[in-house]
């Protein structure tokens, strides 16, 4: 494997028909980005700022947090580190701050608790705002976003910490840049709102897991509804292609950041849509890259159309890996 990887990620990630796809890292610990895969990807396109919080038994101080996302963003200065902000909640519970709910999923998650509580929220985002000075490789990311309320109330707590941090950097002499702001697109309800969302953020990423988990209204660690939760449901399809051609309209930026970005016949699938933007796990980027490498923009949007009209996510499997073996 480790032969196939380095001889992959010389070469471009670029279709047949020579489309160059971005391929990013979805990470959650430093180390990951210390991997032979760092080398090959453009960039980070999630990271989980959650996991180092997760394996802490208290808040990690505003130094910590310096420390950590400083190491992160010095690793590849050249290229974009996209942070998203604490997304606790839901699977992922913090053991020093415990939460308690019937619903964890449809509960006190993500920018939900952080909104709830700035001082959580403005430690975190003074501690990478102080990271990315004389680096600007930093982009920050908004987990669970529902409402554009949350999105103007996010900005606001982002702006108090940049005015702090900049005049810290002033007094030394140096200055702040103010990083690219984006948000998840992962609850449903955010698909009928992109227009405003747009106006408000310089970039939108997928959450897929999430997406499918609410558009499906199946609980994504749950085993005995595991079989009904699917990427390949048309209505995660749709969904999916009606945001890449409504961010393509409104002119922004969009990345897939989820699982099923690192999946071959999704991948493909998400190329035939307009997707050019995918992260991943490191360890599905070799992987990722081949496909991309064998497939064209041609073929998989004849797959595409094809797919569309089926029913039952089974078909759309079994459709796509026949397409998947065709590629060699
Ligand atoms: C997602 O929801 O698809 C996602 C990338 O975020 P997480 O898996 O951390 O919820
Ligand atoms: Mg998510």
Same mark, same amino acid.
């Given at each position: 494997?480790?032969?196939?990887?380095? /001889?992959?990620?010389?070469?471009?990630?670029?279709?047949?028909?020579?489309?160059?796809? !971005?391929?990013?890292?979805?990470?959650?610990?430093?180390?990951?980005? /210390?991997? +032979?895969?760092?080398?090959?990807?453009?960039?980070?396109?999630?990271?989980?700022?959650?996991?180092?919080?997760?394996?802490?038994?208290?808040?990690?101080?505003?130094?910590?947090?310096?420390?950590?996302?400083?190491?992160?963003?010095?690793?590849?200065?050249?290229?974009?580190?996209?942070?998203?902000?604490?997304?606790?909640?839901?699977?992922?519970?913090?053991?020093?701050?415990? @939460?308690? =709910?019937?619903?964890?999923?449809?509960?006190?998650? !993500?920018?939900?608790?952080?909104?709830?509580?700035?001082?959580?929220?403005? %430690?975190?985002? *003074?501690?990478?705002?102080?990271?990315? #000075?004389?680096?600007?490789?930093?982009?920050?990311?908004?987990?669970? +976003?529902?409402?554009?309320?949350?999105?103007? &109330?996010?900005?606001?707590?982002?702006?108090?910490?940049?005015?702090?941090?900049?005049? =810290?950097?002033?007094?030394?002499?140096?200055?702040?840049?103010?990083?690219?702001?984006? @948000?998840?697109?992962?609850?449903?309800? %955010?698909?009928?709102?992109?227009?405003?969302?747009?106006?408000?953020?310089?970039?939108?990423?997928?959450?897929?897991?999430?997406?499918?988990?609410?558009?499906?209204?199946?609980? *994504?660690?749950?085993?005995?509804?595991?079989?009904?939760?699917?990427?390949?449901?048309? $209505? @995660?399809?749709? $969904? #999916?292609?009606?945001?890449?051609?409504?961010? %393509?309209?409104?002119?922004?930026? @969009?990345?897939?950041?989820?699982?099923? $970005?690192?999946?071959?016949?999704?991948?493909?699938?998400?190329?035939?849509?307009?997707?050019?933007?995918?992260?991943?796990?490191?360890?599905?980027?070799?992987?990722?890259?081949?496909? +991309?490498?064998?497939?064209?923009?041609?073929?998989?949007?004849?797959?595409? /159309?094809?797919?569309?009209?089926? /029913?039952?996510?089974?078909? %759309?499997?079994?459709?796509?890996? *026949?397409?998947? &073996?065709?590629?060699?």
């Amino acid at each position: 494997l480790y032969g196939a990887v380095r /001889e992959e990620s010389d070469k471009p990630a670029e279709t047949r028909d020579g489309c160059r796809i !971005g391929l990013y890292i979805n990470a959650g610990l430093s180390a990951e980005l /210390e991997s +032979i895969y760092g080398a090959a990807g453009d960039g980070v396109g999630l990271y989980r700022t959650e996991i180092p919080f997760m394996m802490r038994e208290r808040f990690p101080s505003e130094h910590e947090q310096y420390q950590m996302y400083r190491a992160m963003l010095e690793a590849s200065p050249n290229k974009n580190i996209t942070m998203r902000t604490l997304d606790v909640g839901g699977d992922k519970p913090l053991p020093y701050f415990p @939460v308690v =709910e019937e619903n964890p999923f449809l509960g006190w998650r !993500g920018i939900r608790m952080t909104l709830d509580h700035p001082e959580i929220f403005l %430690v975190q985002l *003074r501690a990478m705002l102080r990271a990315s #000075l004389d680096l600007d490789n930093l982009k920050i990311m908004l987990p669970m +976003i529902t409402t554009i309320y949350e999105v103007s &109330e996010a900005r606001r707590l982002i702006r108090q910490a940049y005015y702090e941090v900049a005049e =810290e950097a002033q007094a030394e002499g140096q200055a702040l840049k103010m990083p690219e702001v984006g @948000v998840m697109l992962e609850v449903p309800a %955010v698909i009928y709102q992109l227009p405003q969302l747009a106006a408000k953020v310089d970039f939108f990423s997928i959450g897929s897991n999430d997406l499918t988990q609410y558009l499906l209204a199946v609980d *994504r660690n749950n085993p005995r509804v595991a079989d009904l939760y699917d990427s390949y449901h048309p $209505a @995660v399809l749709k $969904a #999916l292609k009606q945001i890449i051609e409504a961010s %393509v309209e409104l002119n922004k930026p @969009v990345t897939l950041c989820g699982e099923m $970005a690192g999946e071959p016949g999704g991948a493909i699938l998400l190329l035939a849509m307009g997707y050019r933007k995918l992260s991943m796990s490191g360890f599905n980027l070799s992987k990722i890259k081949w496909v +991309i490498r064998k497939v064209s923009l041609e073929d998989a949007r004849i797959l595409l /159309e094809e797919v569309l009209e089926m /029913e039952h996510p089974s078909q %759309v499997r079994e459709r796509v890996n *026949r397409h998947l &073996e065709a590629l060699g």
